[in-house]
């Protein structure tokens, strides 16, 4: 059983699918949407736990997305993070603080995010890979 299902929602390729396989690697069921339109037909037809959501879409932006995902009463309970490529100026801050729960900036490392995502939805953490032991150190002299 998955831990949690995901819908990011990125236009990029090159950052999407690394993303997905992140999340999959660690059990995660993972949508994704590469525009706006799509986000939202997921998101309502699929009911994510939890959305990540670029902010710069090719046909409307991330906060636009969110503010329309927040004003349906069957899906604004689901938590939303923002992800952006620029600096957030105060104004934004405030807007994207109304309708999401935190925000990454890009690049992004995955394992990061993967960490944000199980705090928000307050699962078991995921663990580390093992670490190789360390063979015996010899004694000096010899």
Known sequence: MARATILIVEDSPDIAEPLADAFRFEGFEVLLAENAVLALQIAIERRPDLIIMDIQLPDMDGLGVARTLKSDPAVKHIPIIA??????GADQA???SKMCVGYVQKPIRPRDLINLVTAVLKLPPVSEPPKRPRPPARPAGR
């Open 94 to 96: 405030r807007a994207m």
């Open 83 to 88: 992800m952006t490529a620029y600096d957030i």
